[in-house]
């Protein structure tokens, strides 16, 4: 999967652009949903927490994301942990 090009971009920036591509937003800067308001958003917001954002450490995460996914609507922030 190519790059889109938005590393460095801050989270208020980030979320905008999401909002215009995305359905939801897969995230581990549990930050950015204190920080922003996410509740009048078009996007929903998983927060992972894990060990490390590698894959090693998110994969075992992946079916429960997968199994939440069609249940979350905008605005909601759901946190997922290892």
Request: hydrophobic share 50%; glycine share 6%; proline share 4%.
């Amino acid at each position: 999967m190519p790059l889109i090009g938005w590393a460095g971009i801050e989270n208020g920036e980030l979320l905008e652009r999401a909002e215009g591509q995305f359905d939801v937003l897969i995230t581990m800067d549990s930050r950015m949903v204190r920080e922003l308001n996410i509740q009048d958003s078009k996007l929903a917001v998983v927060v992972l927490k894990a060990r490390s954002n590698t894959l090693f450490d998110t994969r075992p995460l992946m079916p429960d994301i997968l199994r939440r996914l069609a249940m979350l609507e905008a605005g909601s922030i759901i946190t997922i942990s290892a």
